[in-house]
């Protein structure tokens, strides 16, 4: 087990900046995702930590130890590909023992029958046989030992690169998207099987992902990764909720958060969309600012006014549970999307006035370039019209 640090990491391939100076501490045993669209980085930084690619500035540190200059063998990683990259012509117990013969017997022991000749070379290769078999039953493959991957399906051939990492017992394991070659059944349930390994285990998981839904499920903490760098880094309940960004608060989140111009009235007010919020913003009347509000903070009014959106529905989606509805606000270009409890909001209907209800405590507030402003809280703490509090 080990701690991981990398520090002001930076690479570029020719005149293309691909990471631009990533620093980031994750503890040992964490579980750690970066998350980041496709193009972003993610590999080649997990890639550079497992000495696969040399970056051009900075440094990799595992268990305090810096290992720049170590071969990919020596940093006590493993790591485990999308394409799971098995040897076709191998069977599952081979392909298994592989990193362990590397390691525990020398290149005259691992020579076919002849090896087997030499003293002490029956009792390791009886002793990793073991391992193996110890390890694929753990992971559900113990009947599988003889197969070759022709011979596997998509989650068998992943919890086979999953078993050849964990055997080495690596103090750190290193994830590349490895289930997003698996269909979206099957994917959800591999991440609930991860996401025990990593309990079970208790090892440093470094696990890349652009899927979002993983990245919350698994993680301890997340780190989203845009254009080579890192925007921000915290538990995911806070990613989702407190937003260091307005571009990490429109990567998280399904649907996408409400983000609408406003402008500061007074100390205290915000005019947004035809509406008045009161929010106490650290700004100055007239300051121009963005408001992320989430589809769930919404609830219905009774009747429009400050605290109040009120607009046009163009479109109902029934999620069953939830109801997504699209309203459409004077004079903003996207409809505001809305998450409401069915059972709430029962005889909604596309071309229908409807007043929309927000908790000033729920808006988030961005600057025109992005960054979060954070607010002291409204000294009332609550909307200025009386809204059925509660009601979504
Ligand atoms: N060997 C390479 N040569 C040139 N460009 C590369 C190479 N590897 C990656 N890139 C580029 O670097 C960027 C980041 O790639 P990558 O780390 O694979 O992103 P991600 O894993 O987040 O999808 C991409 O634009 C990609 O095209
Ligand atoms: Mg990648």
């Known amino acids: 087990m080990a701690s991981v640090r990398l520090d002001d990491i930076r690479r570029a391939y020719g005149q293309t900046s691909v990471l631009r100076g990533v620093s980031l501490s994750i503890s040992d045993g964490e579980f750690l995702t970066l998350l980041g669209p496709s193009g972003c980085g993610k590999s080649t930084l997990l890639r550079i930590l497992a000495g696969l690619e040399v970056q051009d500035a900075g440094s990799v540190a595992i268990g305090g130890q810096a290992v720049d200059g170590l071969r990919p063998k020596r940093r006590d990683v493993a790591m485990v590909f999308q394409s799971y990259a098995l040897y076709p012509h191998m069977t599952v117990a081979a392909t298994m023992a592989l990193p362990l013969r590397m390691r525990r017997l020398s290149a005259l022991q691992r020579v076919p029958l002849l090896g087997r000749l030499l003293p002490g070379t029956a009792g390791t290769i009886d002793a990793i046989d073991a391992e193996v078999a110890r390890t694929a039953k ?32 690596p103090a750190v394991f290193l994830m590349d998207e490895p289930l997003s070659n698996l269909d979206a059944k099957l994917r959800v349930q591999m991440r609930t099987e991860i996401k025990e390994l990593h309990k079970r285990l208790g090892t440093t998981f470094v696990y890349v992902t652009h899927d979002q839904a993983e990245a919350m499920t698994l993680s301890d ?3 989203v990764m ?20 307005r571009r990490v608060a429109e990567f998280i989140g399904s649907p996408k958060i409400n983000m609408l111009d406003g402008v500061v009235r007074e100390r205290g007010l915000i005019d947004v969309a035809g509406s008045t919020l009161a929010i106490e913003a650290d700004a100055l009347a ?8 989430r589809p769930e903070a919404f609830h219905l009014a009774d009747h429009g006014g400050p605290g109040a959106f009120t607009g046009v529905v163009r479109m ?8 997504f509805v699209h309203l459409d606000l004077a004079g903003v270009d996207q409809p505001l999307i809305a998450r409401l409890l069915a059972e709430r909001a029962p005889d909604i209907g596309a071309g229908q006035t409807l007043h929309l209800g927000v908790r000033p405590d729920r808006a988030l507030l961005f600057t025109c370039a992005g960054r979060r402003l954070r607010r002291s809280a409204s000294p009332s703490g ?9 009601v979504r």
């Open 138 to 169: 753990s992971l559900g493959i113990g009947h599988l030992l003889a197969r070759k991957p022709g011979q596997l399906s998509g989650g068998q051939r992943q919890r086979v690169a999953v078993g050849r990492a964990m055997v080495r017992h």
């Open 382 to 390: 609550a909307s200025v019209t009386p809204i059925r509090e509660g």
């Open 316 to 323: 109902i989606e029934h999620m069953g549970s939830d109801l």
């Open 286 to 293: 007239g300051t121009q600012l963005t408001l992320g509000i």
């Open 226 to 245: 845009l254009d080579g760098e890192l925007l921000q880094v915290a538990p995911p309940q806070q990613i989702y909720a407190d937003p260091d960004d």
């Open 221 to 223: 903490r997340v780190a």
